[in-house]
């Protein structure tokens, strides 16, 4: 019994604490998906691997966290909540998913590619919507039960690739982050406005690169946040380096200004692989 009695105030302490590190608006949407987020940059950030699934590119597997993972996040607007985010899916899920966001008055944003050569085809639906938290929270949810997604998963490991990170760090210029079989790198493009606000890397907003393998063959997958006048050039810069192009295209409607992302593959040195990266990071203005 008194075991029994330890228990229940020992898991309440755990509920409430980590109840106390959602903030108050943010606390429906956390209830409701049944997933922990956590603030980034003013944003609350819940992510989703597809970890239902195993992946593989051109014949070789390669980690959920290379970039098969859903997400969302949510911010304050005043009286209203924004939620962008990015569901990945198969392609028989694409068309339950919209109708169900559409119940739920979430706009669909973009649909596309992200990879060439992956198995299973995953097709990627950038979304976006304004209103009270709650509701939109519960047409996530419903949109994502629709698909495979699991509601729990494995807990992010500290496992790395076997490159060296502070070599890639130091060509590239910017920190990155080991984790979950990846090294990978994202850098904000401030000063691109939506719905009054400005967009932070938190929202999507952002380039980055994540790498697998070793110092001497590695693969690199990533996405570039461009304006359209530099577009060519970063497509310039990466062909220079032999960087596949995958696809570009818009995530968002009516951000100001106007952004495209490319999606880009490589394999080879890191080093090379990282200076390709940084030289197209250069075309950004």
């Known amino acids: 019994m008194r075991l029994r009695i330890f228990l229940c105030l020992f898991i309440g302490t755990i509920a409430s604490f980590s109840s106390a590190q959602t903030p108050a608006d943010f606390r429906e949407v956390e209830q409701v998906l049944g ?61 339950p ?43 996530i949810r419903k949109a994502l039960d629709k698909t495979g997604t699991p509601w729990s998963h494995p807990a992010a490991t500290s ?40 967009l932070t890397s938190s929202m999507g907003l952002n380039s980055w690169i994540a790498f697998i393998g070793t110092n001497e063959r590695s693969h690199v997958a990533g996405d570039i946040a461009m304006v359209a006048n530099e577009v060519n050039p970063v497509i310039r810069a990466l062909r220079k380096h032999g960087i596949r192009i995958l696809a570009v295209h818009n995530h968002m409607l009516g951000e100001e200004p106007r952004i495209f992302f490319l999606h880009y593959w490589g394999t080879g040195r890191a080093e090379y692989l990282a200076q390709a990266f940084r030289d197209a990071l250069a075309q950004l203005k």
């Open 35 to 95: 997933v922990s987020g956590q603030m980034q940059e003013g944003a609350f950030v819940v992510s989703f691997p597809r970890s239902d699934l195993r992946f593989a590119i051109y014949g070789e597997n390669v980690p959920t966290a290379f970039g098969f993972g859903s997400w969302t996040a949510w911010r304050n607007m005043g009286k209203e909540t924004m939620v962008m985010g990015d569901l990945v899916l198969l392609e028989k899920e694409i068309n």
């Open 97 to 139: 998913v919209i109708s169900a966001l559409a119940e739920a008055n979430i706009d669909v944003t973009a649909l596309h590619n992200h990879f060439l050569g992956e198995k299973p085809r995953i097709m990627y639906m950038h979304v976006h919507g304004m209103g009270q938290a709650g509701p939109l929270a519960r047409g």
């Open 159 to 198: 496992a790395s690739p076997a490159v060296n990170t502070k070599r890639i760090e130091e060509i590239i210029g910017h920190a990155g982050k080991a984790g979950s079989g990846i090294f990978k790198i994202t850098v904000g493009r401030p000063g691109v406005r939506m719905n009054g606000g400005e």
